[in-house]
């Protein structure tokens, strides 16, 4: 048992007076357990921390905030207080949480309110009008007859050749035997007037 009652005595015969007095008194325990042990024991008992300009303060982790106190631990009208904050703290909370819920329903009913819209009515825009292509005049026999001459011009085929020489050899039969066919259709047309004329005058 005679740990236990040195563990008990570790700050001698004067009390710290707050956190700081008693963690530095903790630092000087043999053991790094034993420091831990007698640090944690400071915490419980000091809840405030000396301000650098003189003063405590006390730090509410539910609140997320500090209250200056006047000595190390708080009094208990400064306890009510921080009780009071706190329980402001919860209805700023309870009224945000509201108000984020409400936006979020807001947010959720938009898009069925627009459905429900009637629909505007849009006008079909107009195509833009087709540029009809020109109509080409179409090429009469005379205009294919000079195409075709120019290009046998460049080209010297057979087939170019032969209109020509097929022409020039219709001119010449009609040369040769169209004067000897007019000439017997005149004799025929005579010789029957002959025959005619002394019909006639039997007949008479």
């Known amino acids: 048992m005679t740990p ?6 570790w700050w001698s015969t004067r009390a710290p007076v707050d956190f700081e007095e008693c963690a530095d008194l903790a630092e000087k325990a043999a053991t790094k357990e034993a420091r831990a042990s007698e640090l944690a024991g400071c915490n419980a008992k000091f809840a405030g921390r000396r301000k650098p300009g003189g003063g405590y303060t006390y730090f509410d982790f539910m609140q997320d905030r ?4 006047a000595g190390p631990n708080p009094t208990p009208e400064e306890q009510k207080h921080i009780d009071e904050q706190y329980t402001v703290f919860l209805d700023k909370q309870r009224r ?6 409400l936006a979020a329903k807001q947010e959720q009913q938009a898009p069925v309110r627009t459905e429900q819209q009637p629909p505007v009515r849009t006008e079909k825009a107009s195509l833009p009008a087709v540029a009809e292509a020109p109509v080409k005049p179409k090429a009469t026999e005379a205009d294919l007859k ?3 001459k120019a290009k046998c011009a460049q080209q010297s085929t057979f087939s170019c050749e032969w209109p020509v020489l097929s022409e020039k050899i219709t001119n ?7 004067s000897s066919q007019a ?5 025929g047309s005579s010789s029957r007037g002959e025959v005619s004329g002394p019909v006639q005058s039997a007949a008479r």
């Open 172 to 178: 010449l039969k009609k040369a040769l035997f169209g």
């Open 96 to 101: 945000s949480y509201i108000a984020a819920s």
């Open 4 to 9: 236990l009652r040195s563990h008990a005595q």
């Open 146 to 148: 000079a195409r075709a």
């Open 183 to 187: 000439k017997a259709k005149r004799s």
């Open 66 to 69: 500090s209250f200056d106190i």
